[in-house]
């Protein structure tokens, strides 16, 4: 079985920073592409940066120049440093991941449940 487990959320103010960090256990041999999710409520889940394993990044426009993703392969962690946060950026944020299991062929996917992070004006 693998998981994946966030944390880091909490609540901060307009303008302030917080760094989440996800986490994956379990019989894992490679993993390729780790991203970071988020949904609003009543919004549909969108993605909010991601990570390959030979160090590509993209980030979705509203957060570029804000939100630094980072992953340390050792620790099968990914991370989102997040500074300048506003009030929009509230949202759930779900860790996902594209991986290989041990002794298993292809890829799968797998989420995290998520991380609250509230932005107060």
């Known amino acids: 079985q693998v998981q994946l487990v966030e944390s880091g959320g909490g609540l901060v103010q307009d303008g302030g920073s917080l760094r989440l960090s996800c986490t994956a256990s379990?019989?894992?041999?490679?993993?390729?592409?780790m991203k970071w999710y988020r949904q609003a409520p009543g919004k549909q889940r969108e993605e909010v940066a991601s990570?390959?394993?030979?160090?590509?990044?993209n980030y979705a426009d509203s957060v570029k120049g804000r939100f630094t993703i980072s992953r340390d392969d050792a620790k099968k962690s990914v991370y989102l440093q997040m500074n300048t946060l506003k009030p929009d950026d509230t949202a759930v944020y779900y860790c996902?991941?594209?991986?290989?299991?041990?002794?298993?062929?292809?890829?799968?996917?797998?989420w995290g449940k998520g991380t609250l992070v509230t932005v107060s004006s």
């Open positions: 379990g019989s894992i041999l490679f993993i390729r592409t």
């Open positions: 996902n991941a594209d991986l290989t299991r041990l002794l298993r062929f292809g890829s799968e996917n797998y």
């Open positions: 990570i390959t394993s030979d160090g590509n990044i």
